[in-house]
């Protein structure tokens, strides 16, 4: 989505409790910054913007010191808003004339929950007369959007947070194209899974934790990087992740059994995040699922960049796409 291509540019993450930049002077990550931004309550719930006043301002007052004027941005879309599925199409139609098929049949053959929205496609299998979809509401985009050109920066991505996470996975080599990953993103009140199976993204699943945000402490650790702490009872937290962990095991079955009739499945875990209870979250499913299990933490993403924490991953990820 969008235009323009400039060899420097910024990505911006929006979450409810943070704000999160990267920007990108050229394409040497030891060039790359990092900065973040603790949001108050209010002014973001799951990931879509409440308070559009109080977010111009913190743009205004923070995020344009950062990157500068003019500055080429890329945004994800909210994982809540995220619709993907599949849709027939004539199995001699080019892969360029998709979207315009889509579009000519909203309504008719392909039907979405939303009015007005914003769709991309890719064909993973050419010639089988199946593809894929992603639509998203377009006035929560566009509202960010308009946020970001009032502060004189220029949009040029709008991506899907699985979709970065799993270029950045690519990038590291850690998926390969013979096996099927299920993609845990655990942030403090959220949770993104996606299937990435065999170099195809296959399901998505987004879930919200019903949590206090205030119980969590953001301490700043140096310019603009703040760590989380959880300052009420822990127990009832890890309740609700354990909740989520059982989760991840019914999507895994419904994976296996009811789109695949038992003829694939997941193979590994990857989990990754901004969430502080990682360890203690890879612990949990290497007790109770028989599965590799494995975490894109400080250390391996240091190997890779070394000026950037794990929290950075889809960040990193969206920073990667290649932009025609």
Do not use: C
Request: proline share 4%; net charge negative; aromatic share 10%.
């Amino acid at each position: 989505m969008f235009k323009k291509k400039r060899k420097s540019h910024v990505a911006i993450e929006i979450k409810d409790y943070i704000l999160r930049a990267l920007v990108a002077k050229g394409t040497d990550p030891a060039q790359w910054k990092g900065y973040e931004l603790p949001l108050p309550q209010g002014i973001v719930e799951d990931s879509v913007i409440q308070d559009e006043l109080a977010m111009f301002d913190l743009l205004k007052s923070q995020v344009a010191k950062w990157t500068g004027k003019k500055q080429s941005t890329r945004i994800f879309v909210p994982d809540v808003s995220v619709l993907f599925k599949s849709f027939e199409h004539p199995s001699d139609l080019a892969a360029k004339d998709l979207k315009g098929f889509v579009e000519m049949e909203l309504g008719q053959s392909i039907h979405l929950p939303f009015q007005q929205p914003l769709i991309d496609v890719y064909d993973p299998i050419t010639d089988d007369g199946l593809a894929m979809l992603f639509a998203v509401p377009s006035e929560e985009v566009m509202k960010t959007i308009g946020l970001l050109l009032d502060i004189s920066l220029e949009p040029q991505v709008a991506d899907i947070r699985a979709l970065s996470n799993i270029r950045l996975l690519e990038y590291m080599d850690i998926v390969k194209n013979d096996r099927t990953y299920l993609i845990a993103d655990w942030s403090l009140n959220e949770l993104s899974i996606s299937i990435f199976s065999k170099g195809q993204l296959e399901f998505l699943r987004y879930q919200a934790f019903d949590i206090n945000l205030s119980h969590w402490e953001m301490k700043e650790q140096e310019a603009f990087q703040y760590s989380f702490t959880l300052t009420d009872d822990d127990e009832d937290y890890r309740i609700i992740l354990t909740d989520q962990m059982l989760e991840m095991d019914r999507i895994m079955n419904f994976f296996s059994f009811s789109l695949h009739k038992g003829e694939k499945r997941v193979d590994e875990i990857i989990i990754l995040g901004d969430n502080p209870l990682l360890a203690i979250i890879k612990s949990f499913l290497e007790e109770n699922f028989n599965l590799p299990i494995m975490t894109i933490d400080d250390a391996l993403m240091q190997k890779h960049f070394k000026h950037f924490d794990g929290k950075f991953a889809s960040l990193i990820g969206l920073t990667l796409k290649e932009v025609k």
